[in-house]
């Protein structure tokens, strides 16, 4: 197909000709990958070479040549990609003559509409810029001459390889702190959502940087799977480029089902974990390229000293025993000259163990050579090989580096084979940061930091690691992940009550922060549910430290103060009926004494009173208290569409509701009867800025209950102004009843995308339910909102599940 098109643009070197060869290539599906990109390549430089030559002819230029750099002089061009060229002449020609080469060059690239990097330099400019600008040098080690004086261009690469050679001791480090620099401002390829194909850490611009660091001839990149790598990377995006018709690297998530079925891929997850899998092969390879860069640098300036202190005799390397068979030498681990790997199925992860305790890398060489070598371990695992693997990964940070050079040969999925179903494995969710197996490995480091508060830090440790191992597999994670850790902990030597707690600990991983959040924590049947799960008191320590552990390793938005006081709370009722104290049905509460001066001035007005209380907790390490929330007191005489006014006024005001719970008190007139005062309790946040004052919220309230505030309005008019991702679309919401959630009351949980006036519409769907709020608990993850209300009929009795299923059914359509 090439050599067709390339005759065909023989026949006709005009962007014509060129463009319809190049429509016809691109459209080819029987071609793609490596041949296209080549394919494209060769067709590009028979029309340039074509232009070139025709507008030598008329210039009547001699001396120069027409040169690919970048990625169209390693001859991968990608459908979108520009072309980068440099007129290199050898400066006999006047400048007159090579503006107007210039100009004939690049004028039909840009009349076709096609991106172009260009400039004009001789031999020695060229090299000058090289040594005064990084990136130039770069392009430059990449150098291929497309048309004209052969010689001219052999003669530069030369010159500017030899100077990349000579100054690789100042150029390496100036080019590993650029890759830094871009990997802290685009992240890691491996865990993003929308990744950047090229500037993203683990992606094309740092396989590049590779093939500049092997071209000084310092050291070389681990070459196993990279090629494979930059191809799968490439390949994808070229089927961005194609399937957009833009010159994008942003893999968005609007995009990622059409290229993933360009690929032939499954779906857009397929798409990813393939993507991720390439970036973390580039990663690794990054990271020990560079780690033998710093060694070599650090080496080569020593070097001088050393042979001057030692009369002139080349030092060995200290070798520093750090557990049987491993030692450390020149700043890595390696194996002891007496280990046999092949004899000692625990040398691995003794290895591993000794190389995390001493935050030290372990050599490439070395995990290759066990990956190779060492014989597998027996099922169940003996008591040392369990030990390493709880000491690997109570190493804390260290861990990490550790198990990913691991990983990258193998070992890991060979010492835990249910790995391979989490490996490289996306999540959707934007509040998790990793993917699955990166968080499983980040809720261990977590963990390490947690061991000094319970009896039990091996359990918690491997429960950390297995607690989304079920991911991956149909069904609720938890109930499969509870499987597959019960035979994951059998395999490497617990006895059967550890497997059993383990088992547990997996299965209820979400137990305590879900219904810490989303439960009324004075409801006796919502903590007798939790005991009932857990157990034991020991078993309640290690799911505690588990819960902490794995929100913290989810991301920022997954754990906070509050969060932490509310898991706090239920777990101290719990250990409470743990211990043999059986929770009583709870009478209703007095009113506090502010909470009934609220409600005497209600009464008197006959209009709403409110108060705002920032909420503290004990002091941090910095010796400040820190903030747990706002208190926001509101004292209402009982009438219709309290609830929906009071979280519609939040909203207009920007105020996030973290919890809120109702309840009605009586009390006398003054003529000596009865009447019912609504008393709110909510603990809300600023979304931004600074609090709205109390007299404002007052006054927006007033307004609404007397129906002079448009609520509704003036929240359709902020929805219609939300930022919603273009593309995106938020599944529906789903409501559904608690079976057995309380004994007192219906337990309603709203699961929905967060939206401003989510609860005020809540509520306005339940007041037309006809049935009573009793209390609601709102919990906000990212884009996505869980709220639980505890609703009665009017007499204050549990509904009928007919009912029940019929104010859930309602909510729902209400929510649409």
């Known amino acids: 197909m090439t050599s067709i098109e390339v005759t065909t643009e023989s026949e006709d070197s005009g962007p014509s000709g060129y463009a319809a060869a190049r429509l016809c290539?691109?459209?080819?599906?029987?071609?793609?990958?490596?041949?296209?990109?080549?394919?494209?390549?060769?067709?590009?430089?028979?029309?340039?070479?074509?232009?070139?030559?025709?507008?030598?002819?008329?210039?009547?230029?001699?001396?120069?040549?027409?040169?690919a750099v970048g990625g169209y002089g390693r001859g991968e061009l990608s459908p979108r990609s520009d072309l980068d060229l440099l007129l290199l002449h050898d400066g006999s020609a006047d400048a007159g003559a090579i503006a107007s080469l210039a100009d004939r060059i690049w004028y039909p690239v840009w009349d076709l509409g096609l991106a172009l990097d260009h400039s004009v330099r001789t031999p020695g400019e060229a090299r000058k810029t090289a040594g005064e600008d990084l990136k130039v040098q770069l392009g430059l080690l990449d150098a291929r001459s497309v048309a004209g004086d052969r010689g001219l261009v052999a003669a530069m690469r030369t010159t500017i390889f030899a100077d990349w050679r000579n100054l690789a001791p100042k150029r390496l480090p100036a080019l590993d702190e650029l890759c830094r620099e871009r990997a802290e401002r685009q992240g890691e390829l491996q865990f993003l959502l929308e990744p950047d194909l090229k500037e993203a850490r683990g992606g094309l611009r740092d396989a590049t940087a590779l093939r500049a660091v092997a071209a000084s001839w310092i050291a070389d990149a681990p070459r196993e799977g990279l090629a494979e790598a930059r191809r799968t990377l490439l390949d994808t995006r070229d089927a961005l480029h194609l399937t957009t018709g833009r010159a994008t690297d942003r893999l968005a998530l609007q995009e990622q089902d059409q290229v993933s079925a360009a690929l032939g891929l499954l779906d857009a997850d397929a798409l990813l974990r393939q993507v991720y899998e390439a970036a973390r092969t580039v990663s690794y390879a990054t990271d020990v390229t560079w780690r033998e860069v710093n060694r070599v640098l650090r080496a080569r300036s020593a070097r001088p000293r050393l042979r001057a202190m030692l009369g002139g005799k080349a030092a060995a390397p200290d070798r520093t025993p750090l557990a049987d068979g491993v030692v450390e030498a020149d700043g890595e681990v390696v194996l002891a000259r007496t280990a046999r790997p092949e004899r000692d199925p625990v040398l691995v992860l003794r290895a591993a163990a000794a190389a995390a305790q001493s935050e030290l890398p372990i050599s490439r060489h070395v995990v290759r050579h066990l990956a190779t070598a060492a014989r597998p371990l027996p099922v169940p695992w003996p008591a040392e090989a369990r030990e390493?693997?709880?000491?690997?990964?109570?190493?804390?940070?260290?861990?990490?580096?550790?198990?990913?050079?691991?990983?990258?040969?193998?070992?890991?999925?060979?010492?835990?084979?249910?790995?391979?179903?989490?490996?490289?494995?996306?999540?959707?969710?934007?509040?998790?940061?990793?993917?699955?197996?990166?968080?499983?490995?980040?809720?261990?480091?977590?963990?390490?930091?947690?061991t000094r508060r319970v009896g039990r830090p091996d359990l918690l440790l491997v429960a950390a690691l297995l607690h989304d191992i079920g991911k991956g597999w149909p069904g609720d994670h938890s109930v499969a992940g509870e499987v597959i850790a019960r035979d994951v902990a059998a395999r490497i030597g617990f006895d059967q009550h550890d497997v059993g707690v383990i088992a547990t600990l997996v299965r209820h991983h979400l137990l305590l922060i879900e219904t810490a959040t989303r439960r009324d924590l004075d409801d006796p049947a919502t903590v007798r549910s939790v005991a009932t799960a857990v157990g034991t008191a020991s078993t309640l320590e290690l799911l505690h430290a588990l819960t902490e552990a794995d929100a913290l390793a989810t991301g920022p938005a997954a754990w906070s103060t509050w969060r932490a006081s509310l898991v706090t709370d239920l777990v101290t009722r719990v250990a409470a009926v743990l211990a043999g104290q059986a929770p009583d049905e709870p009478e209703p509460a007095a009113p506090s004494a502010e909470q009934e001066r609220l409600a005497v001035e209600a009464l008197r007005t006959g209009e709403p009173v409110l108060t705002l209380h920032a909420q503290t907790e004990a002091p941090d390490e910095d010796g400040e208290p820190e903030p747990v929330g706002v208190e926001l007191q509101i004292a209402v005489p009982d009438r219709p569409g309290v609830l929906p006014a009071a979280a519609g006024v939040l909203a207009l005001h920007r105020l996030t509701v973290r919890a809120a719970d109702l309840r009605a008190v009586e009390l006398p007139t003054e003529i000596g009867e009865c009447a019912d005062v609504l008393l709110l309790s909510w603990r809300v946040a600023a979304e931004y800025g600074s609090l709205p004052q109390a007299g404002r919220l007052r006054a927006d309230l007033v307004r609404a209950l007397d129906g002079s505030l448009d609520i509704q309005a003036r929240l359709a008019e902020r929805e219609a102004a939300y930022p919603r991702r273009r593309g995106v679309k938020a599944p529906p919401p789903r409501v559904t009843v608690a079976p057995a959630g309380s004994r007192l009351a219906t337990v309603i949980e709203v699961r929905a995308q967060d939206a401003p006036g989510l609860l005020h519409r809540i509520g306005r769907a339940l007041e037309q339910s006809a049935v009573r709020v009793r209390s609601a608990h709102v919990s906000t993850l990212g884009a996505n909102a869980v709220d639980t209300v505890y609703v009665t009929r009017e007499d204050g009795s549990v509904l009928p599940d007919a009912d029940a299923a019929a104010v859930a059914k309602a909510l729902e359509e209400a929510l649409r």
């Open 25 to 67: 290539l691109l459209q080819e599906k029987a071609q793609s990958g490596p041949p296209r990109r080549a394919a494209l390549a060769a067709l590009t430089d028979t029309w340039l070479t074509g232009l070139f030559t025709t507008a030598a002819e008329a210039t009547g230029v001699r001396g120069a040549a027409l040169v």
């Open 388 to 450: 390493e693997l709880v000491t690997l990964l109570g190493a804390g940070e260290a861990t990490i580096p550790v198990w990913e050079a691991l990983e990258a040969e193998g070992l890991i999925t060979r010492l835990l084979p249910d790995w391979e179903r989490v490996h490289c494995r996306p999540q959707r969710n934007p509040v998790h940061t990793w993917t699955v197996d990166r968080h499983l490995v980040e809720a261990a480091v977590r963990a390490s930091s947690l």
